[in-house]
């Protein structure tokens, strides 16, 4: 019976690993295709090499069971009545509730091609088992209001970063009479400034799981290792750009333009693997950290606040967040890419600088943003750069919809589930936590 009731659970966080990789990842290479720097298959094809690479080579190890600190587990352990092993039977139900009901919630919103936050629908999750099971001061109540704080900032932050980036680039470069000639000027400090943040943001959210590790890329050594290589490569941009971009002052200013977008095409790419490789080392967890805790407890009969995730698991997360983005992840990349503004490469580059310069800076102050939003924010801000007409209004309304429901319509959909799950599982799961005790 153990063994049937992890592949079950395997099985379930395979799904919500696979919805992750639908929706989620979707928007990390929105703007490459959008910008038409990838197409869908390429896009498919780097990201889930980049997803794959940070999931199962810097993914964490180690895991929270009850993620983001949500619910105590010790809460549910004090309830008065309980039998001997009924917390631990309970936890397994609410965590299997919780996985299977956000992986529900993305996979509707993916049908919809909304672009939501998996982080939000397990944490939604989460809480509505810690209410049903434990009541509402189960609840850690000050982390789900800095949560839905971040509804609100991350959009905001990125959409004014987004919008000022892109401001500066139209002033300085794409409306002069001779962008070509403005673009040898200005674009080596947009480079410099692009791969410093991307940088800074591979090493905080990619490998920060492992940055103990490597001393040399801790504290302020990862400031000026970012910065010094982001010197390098604006020094190597500005040969490049120069060449590239030598005599074309002379072309039609239509030409001109068409010539400067192309020096952004590596850029958005390489911002948008990036991205990627961050949020497969960072978002493997929602879908693994729930089933690593329900595997720990049938083996050992015991809730552990953390418990070591094992490769074979990182890998099943990391496969099924590349099956996902392959198979469906088309609907969300098209949302974010192509229907909210129109992008072009130096818009995508904008618009990923400002999503990865909010994250990290919001990282760093340990507020906890949601990457999605601040995507979908940044590329309002630079379709707001163009004047109220550059955005999709009707888009914009829908994907800000389904962000304000995504958290009760988990946890919603977790209780439920639970109910059924304590009714028809709970005597079978407490037998199984007392035989792994013995």
Known sequence: MEVYIILFTGLIGFYMAWTIGANDVANSMADAVGSQA????????????CEFAGAVLVGSSV?????????????????????????AALVIIGMTAAL????????????AGMPVSTTHSIVGA????????????????????QIVASWFISPLV???????????????????ERPAEAARFYSPPIVFLLITVVSLATIYKGLNHVIDGIEWLSGTNAVIVSILFGLFCAAFSSIWISSHLKGKEKLSLSRQLEEVEKIYVPLVIISSCSVAFAHGAN?????IGPFAAIAHIIQHGTVEMKVGVPL???VLGGAGIVFGLATYGHKVMTTVGTKITEITPSRGVAADIAASATVLICTRLSLPVSTTHTLVGAIMGIGLAR??????????????????????????????????GRYFFLDCLITIVLDARK
């Open 38 to 49: 990838l197409t869908i298959k390429q896009a498919i094809i780097a990201a889930g090499i």
């Open 63 to 87: 895991t929270e069971t009850v993620r983001q600190g949500i619910v105590n587990p010790g809460t549910i352990a004090a309830l008065p009545g309980l039998r001997e092993g009924e917390a």
């Open 100 to 111: 299977l009901c956000a992986a529900f919630w993305l996979h509707f919103a993916t049908w």
């Open 126 to 145: 989460v809480a509505g088992f810690g209410i049903v099971a434990a009541g509402w001061n189960s609840v850690n109540w000050n982390k789900m209001s």
């Open 158 to 176: 990125g959409g004014i970063m987004g919008f000022l980036l892109f401001t500066f680039i139209t002033k300085a470069i794409l409306g002069r």
């Open 283 to 287: 978002d493997v967890a929602n879908a």
């Open 312 to 314: 074979s698991i990182l």
């Open 387 to 420: 004047g109220l007409g550059g955005i999709n209004k009707s888009v914009i309304k829908k994907i800000c919809t389904s962000w304000l429901i995504t958290v009760p319509a988990a946890a919603g959909l977790c209780i439920l589930f639970f109910i059924v």
